[in-house]
């Protein structure tokens, strides 16, 4: 790569890793990525056949192929999901994630979930 394993990137590099352990932001994506698991699985869905992922990155595995209008219906309520497929959302917050965008994730999803269906 143009930039790797010279000392400014490798500087730079520490600097990020540094922060991220000085943050506990690998604890927070733990944490926060159960509680988002746990959010998705109380929704008690027909729509969703399942919630997979480690962390902050979530799969959900729909029942039918609507992931599409699914993500169409998310993004214009303002909520960012991808559809990888037809019967797949993928979630993946940032590391800060907290309680106040875990509740904005789950109104703004069950509203897109009505709508996309």
Same mark, same amino acid.
């Given at each position: 790569?143009?930039?790797? $394993?010279?000392? =400014?990137? %490798?500087?730079?590099?520490? @600097?990020?890793?540094?922060?991220?352990?000085?943050? *506990? +932001? &690998?604890? !927070?994506?733990?944490?926060?990525?159960?509680?988002?698991?746990?959010?998705?699985?109380?929704?008690?869905?027909?729509?969703?056949?399942?919630?997979?992922?480690?962390?902050?990155?979530? $799969?959900?595995? =729909?029942? %039918?192929?609507?992931?599409? @209008?699914?993500?169409?219906?998310?993004?214009?309520? *303002? +909520? &960012?999901? !991808?559809?990888?497929?037809?019967?797949?959302?993928?979630?993946?917050?940032?590391?800060?994630?907290?309680?106040?965008?875990?509740?904005?994730?789950?109104?703004?999803?069950?509203?897109?979930?009505?709508?996309?269906?």
């Amino acid at each position: 790569s143009t930039f790797g $394993g010279n000392p =400014l990137a %490798t500087a730079a590099g520490n @600097a990020v890793l540094q922060e991220i352990e000085r943050a *506990g +932001l &690998i604890q !927070n994506a733990v944490t926060r990525g159960a509680q988002l698991r746990e959010i998705i699985a109380a929704l008690r869905s027909p729509l969703i056949a399942e919630v997979r992922g480690q962390g902050l990155l979530i $799969g959900i595995g =729909l029942t %039918t192929p609507v992931a599409h @209008a699914l993500a169409d219906a998310a993004l214009e309520l *303002g +909520l &960012i999901v !991808n559809a990888p497929n037809e019967s797949s959302i993928r979630i993946a917050p940032p590391l800060i994630v907290g309680d106040a965008e875990l509740a904005e994730f789950r109104e703004l999803f069950t509203k897109a979930r009505e709508a996309g269906q």
